[in-house]
């Protein structure tokens, strides 16, 4: 199979098939086999440029230490103050700017489409490292693979997607990524934070998913939760925000009702939704989860930068 990611960029998981996405996976689990020396070949001589223009820890830090693993270097915007952003210079000319100095571009902003502008204006590929509440598809790619490695499989799994999934741009690329492997998804939000209905339209015989508020209905069946955070940046309205904060919460006495075999997962950072109690059981899988983030990056860097692997 000729490799799908050599020079592409990486804006919505949409944009990849069943088949990319298994051959990401199994260059993500080929490099693991791999020496040191080998590892430090797939990026030698090659720069990561990381611009983020909101905040970030796993996906930033897992771009870097990727990069840095595969034998590449980064360069970074992380603060807007200590560039010419704050300056007043435009979007257009940072892009143009920085892609001369490096041969991958990692953009995180706050803007409904920069990603995907980005990328028509750069030269070199651009990686959506999260774009408004449009989409975040690596984190989808490293959450699928997350589930194939600690469940073995997705196919007919019954997965859980509960707290924000109205703003929460993790759900969406999950959600569309999830699709090629038909699982049945239970949607488990408040209903001002269910999931948006365009999306629902274009799942609509794409994957079996069902609309639920109490998550206490469908604990028993359940193979993986995918928490998230109710994201009081995102909401429009700090009362609203009042009216839906704490809305779930996973702790030992909500797992004791569930499969032995449960996964929880978390695109992280999280606030009350999940207890520290569950840390230290053999469902939390939202830390190892973040581990692999770093493997996915690694391995998808290598394939944007090589068209053999």
Known sequence: MINPFYGRDIISIRDFSKLDLEYLFKMSDNIQKLSPMKLKELASGKLLGTLFFEPSTRTRLSFEAAMQSIGGGTVSIIETRTSSIEKGENLN???RTVESYVDILVLRHHMEGAARFAAQIAEKPVINGGSGIEEHPTQAMLDIYTILKERGRITNLKIAVIGDLKYGRTVYSLLYGLAHFNPKIFLVSPPDLKVR???LIDLEGKVKFSLHENIEEIIEEVD???????????LPDPLEYEKVKG???IDNKLLSKGR???IILHPLPR????RPEVDKTPNAKYFIQAHYGKIVRAALISL???EKN
């Open 93 to 95: 000319d940072t892009i």
């Open 197 to 199: 209905d365009e999306a």
């Open 224 to 234: 993986a939760i995918y928490v998230t955070r109710i994201q009081k940046e995102r």
């Open 247 to 249: 809305s779930y919460v």
């Open 260 to 262: 032995d075999d449960l």
């Open 271 to 274: 606030t009350t939704e999940i």
């Open 304 to 306: 944007m930068l090589n």
